[in-house]
Structure formats: C-alpha cells, structure tokens
C-alpha cells in the first residue's frame, strides 16, 4: 500500500512539474501601415511578452541616439569586460580587454546578435548593463512604449524583460524615422570577423518582395520572434509576431500577414469608396481584425525546447525615411524633388559642443566629396533636453547634390542625412 502510495505521489509531483514548465500563451501579432499608425491585423497586441533578441533594436536605438548626440562616434574603440566576454550565445567570441570599435558592435549586433556585444555597449554608454537596461526603459517609456521594460541590453532570458507587440512596432517606427542615416545597417547581407563570415539568419529579405527590416530572436520562454517592415509601391507597413512555435511557422505567418496587408491597401487604392476602417487615433487592440482568416494562435508557441537556453538569435535589415517628433506615427510629408537650387542642407552630425561640430566639419572637409567644393560649412545651435546641440551642416546645395553627397558618405561609413528647405530653421 505504501509503494502505490509513493507511486501516486511520484506521478503527481511529475504532473505539477510538467504543469510549472509549461510555456504561458507566447502568441501576439500586429500589422500596420506606417505612415498612419493605422492597424490592419491585432491579435495580444498589447499583451506582455518576451523579446527575446527584440531587445537588441532597443540598444541600437541608444547606440544611434548617443552617435546623434555626439557622445559616440564610430571610430571609437570599446572595451570587453569579463563579464562581457563571458555572455552566453549567440556571441562573436571576444576577448576580455580587447577592443571593438563601434561601427563594428553595430554590424555585429545587427547580422550575429552578439550578446557578448550588447554587453560591451550596455557598459559603454550606461557604466553598467543594469544601469544602461534602466536607460533604455526610460528611453522606450519617452518613445510610446508604454509597457515594456529591459533589465538587459541583449535579451537573454529574464521573466522581467517584457515588451508588447504594438510596442515593438512603435520601436520598429521611431528607429527607422528617427535614425534614417544609420537604419541602413539593419541591411547588411553578412559580418566578416576574425576570417570568419556570419551570414545574416534572415530568410523574408531578398525572398519576400519589398522587406527591407527589421530583427528576429527566440528563446525558450518567447517563442519565435520577428519585426519586419516592408515597403511596395510608396507603402510602408510593419509586422511583429511573437511566439512563433518555429522559425518557419513565424516566417509563414509574417509573410501572410505582410501579403494580406498589401492586398488590403491596394484594394483601398483601386476603389471607388472611402475605406471601412479609419486610422485610429494611435496603435491599439480596439481596431476590428481585417484579417480574420490568417491562421489563429493555437498553431503559434507550442513548441518548447527542453533544455535550451538561448539559441543563435535570427535579424533582418532597413531603408530611411524622414524624422517624426511624436511618439504616435505621423503622416509621412514628402518634398517635391523640382525644389530651386541652392536652398537645399545636408547635416553631418549634431554635438554638445562648437568645437567638436567644427572638427566634424573639418573631417568631412578632408574626405574627397564631390559637391561641397569651396563649401566651409555651417554650424547651427539649438537645443536637446535643455542642454546646447550643434548641429554641424553644409547648406546652399541644390535637392539633387545634398543626396549624392549623403549617398557618397553613407558609402564610406560616415553620417549624412538630407535637409530639406522647410528644416533647415529647425
């Protein structure tokens, strides 16, 4: 009797066990049109979940905001900690107390998702990863992420980490708006480091028309992850899906929702009614589901991996556009190109000193850039936070030159975005 006893009470301690480790509901997914903030498809839109390696686009966006500022440049050189060097997969394998300069923790964090790499930043630009996850949720709080919160610059498993799926699409905007200058890094095929090549694990970009963003992740408790932004024939439309039960199911499910979302839109633009469907004041999970027949959420999250901690985390890549002030996505304003000559600007950094604006201007001077002849350059002062911004700039181009020239230093590496006539006074 006692045997069956302690037989049953093995069997249910087995029960309860299996029952803890059961995955909670990983599935959420939203698809919106860029330039409106207009949501097509929501499914937990707003519900907490993992990130996963999402959490490295949140680091990128304080990598490019602290490169804008000036507090970074991309030659700098970044020290690896111990504990950096000790990070858990997937990493680049560096060393403790050797180097990386930035531009390469970027390339890096965006093609391998070097976890080992979003240490090395985290403790540049916050003095500690702790200190620096407290700066990126205020950072995403500033942004309209309301409910996310980072307790690490990687990613890597902690039930604290959680973000939303319409959060991660506000992110997916603001980088790409914010940052235009630097979005085309998410891009990159591939990282040669050390003579090794690390392709990008993205399978959308080059076999779904029009991707050009953003990142994919995973680990046991998120599922599958993805944000991708796609563009085709002057629309813009961002995807996020969350605990997908495979790389292929969230692939699938990204894509069907990017291709129902464009058949929306062009069946908007050939009919002869105002849509059904209004923009909403801002993203939100109160918009009617266009997309009702897409496959439900049972077949997303059921897959968990016993034993494995962190897998090599996926990415994708970007495009520009221009710079919105507000944290709900604003309708993109285009410019005429047949704009007069000479009134055009390019800005090629922005510093919290003069004399760091005049040494910007002086490198860009001494790299061979066609158009900027006889130009010396123009700091402007304003401000950021309440603090002084120089804004260093080479004005009086015509539209057609302020884009070869940013084309040209984009080509080398280096910082350039076009102004047009209405934002040179900003």
Partial sequence: MRTLVQTILVILTLASTAVAKTPPERFAAIAVVEATGEVLHARHASELRHPASLTKVM???????????????????????????????????????????????????????????????????????????TQMTQKARALGMTNSRFVNA??????????????????????????????????????????????????????VEGVDGLKTGFTNASGYNIAVTAERDGERLIVVVFGGASGAKRDSY??????????????????????????????????????????????????????????????????????APATRPAKIQTVSMAMPSGTWGVQVGAFSSQAKAQKRLHHIKDITVDHLTGNEGHITEGQRNGTPLYRARFLGLTSVDARQVCAQLNTVGQSCFALPPHTLSE
Avoid: C
């Fill in 254 to 323: 990204a894509t069907t929702l990017l291709e129902r979302a464009f058949e929306e839109l062009d069946r908007r633009a050939t009919s002869t009614q105002s849509p059904t469907t209004p923009p909403p004041a801002d993203l939100d999970d109160q918009t009617p589901v266009l997309f009702a027949g897409l496959p439900g959420e049972t077949s997303q999250g059921g897959a968990e991996r016993r034993g494995v901690q962190i897998v090599i985390d996926d990415t994708i890549e970007t495009r520009p556009l221009p710079i």
């Fill in 154 to 207: 990687s990613g890597l498993p902690d039930t604290r980490q959680v973000m939303t799926a319409r959060d991660m699409a506000v992110l997916a905007y603001r980088i790409h708006h914010d940052f235009p200058q630097f979005y085309r890094y998410f891009s990159l095929s591939k990282l040669v480091w050390n003579n090794r090549s690390h392709n990008n694990h993205n399978t959308l970009l080059g076999r």
């Fill in 59 to 133: 680091t990128l966006y304080m990598v490019f905001d602290a490169i804008t500022a000036g507090e970074l440049g991309w030659d700098d050189p970044l020290r690896v900690s111990p504990k950096a060097a000790r990070a858990r997969p997937s990493r680049l394998g560096l060393k403790a107390n050797a180097t990386i300069s930035v531009e390469d923790a970027v390339r890096a964090m965006v093609t391998k998702s070097a976890n080992d790499v979003a240490v090395v930043l985290a403790e540049r630009l916050g003095g500690g990863e702790t200190k620096f996850a």
